[in-house]
């Protein structure tokens, strides 16, 4: 079955830049979709059709999707950025998220 | 403005039915396909089902499957999901979320989110 990696967990220091990765066979042929989830709180759309943000959602969220691997780039990471983020993508008929990474802001 | 919430939730024992509904306001709910999600205890987010806009189409996630049913009423713009022979292991926060309006390849709106709790 279809399945995406992410790494457990990503530190970054304040102001860096932090990188998550998501992957999957055949992943660069398919729409990959990113979102934030902080605790006690809903997941929020970061990012669709790999790199598009929804109105409201800072620049300094960008993404990528190439060699079957798609990569969720924070440029300036801020302390509120500490959550958790999980990729999506579909698989024919079914909707497959990744198993999320926390990203702790040291 | 948009908005989803869901209402339903509870503590059930196992191999009880429950249902969950999610009332939708602020868009046109028959343009949109829907999403039922949950969130079991220290994991990550885990697809249940998809209801097509019309209706036409259902899908269910492998744990679900034959068990769960997903369902919408549109002139209530509520969205359902029947879940029945209930699980341990389906305790969860269990959210609905809205499909995407460009490609539908994501979920663009969630709600906030209605605890279940199966338990003898």
């Known amino acids: 079955s279809f399945e995406l990696t992410q790494p457990p967990s990503v530190s970054v220091s304040p102001g860096q830049t932090a990188r998550i990765t998501c992957s999957g066979d055949?992943?660069?042929?398919?729409?990959v979709s990113w979102y934030q989830h902080k605790p006690g709180q809903s997941p929020l759309l970061l990012l669709y059709?790999?790199?598009k943000r929804p109105s409201g959602i800072p620049e300094r969220f960008s993404g990528s999707n190439s060699d079957n691997i798609a990569t969720l780039t924070i440029g300036g990471t801020q302390a509120m950025d500490e959550a958790d983020y999980y990729c999506?993508?579909?698989?024919?008929?079914?909707?497959?998220f990744g198993g999320g990474t926390k990203l702790t802001v040291l | 403005q948009e908005q989803l919430v869901e209402s339903g939730g509870g503590v059930v024992q196992p191999g009880k039915s429950l249902r969950l509904s999610c009332a939708a306001s602020g868009f046109t709910f028959t343009s949109r396909g829907m999403h039922w999600v949950r969130q079991c205890p220290g994991k990550g987010l885990e697809w249940v089902a998809v209801i097509w806009n019309d209706g036409s189409h259902r899908y269910y996630g492998d744990a679900v499957q034959g068990r769960f049913s997903i369902s919408r009423d549109d002139p209530k713009n509520t969205l359902y999901l029947q879940m029945n022979n209930l699980r341990v292991e389906d305790t969860a926060v269990y959210y609905c979320?809205?499909?995407?309006?460009?490609?539908?390849?994501?979920?663009?709106?969630w709600g906030q989110g209605v605890p279940v709790t199966v338990s003898s």
């Open positions: 059709q790999d790199a």
């Open positions: 999506q993508a579909w698989d024919v008929t079914s909707v497959v």
């Open positions: 979320a809205r499909r995407g309006g460009y490609s539908g390849d994501d979920l663009d709106l």
């Open positions: 055949q992943l660069e042929d398919k729409f």
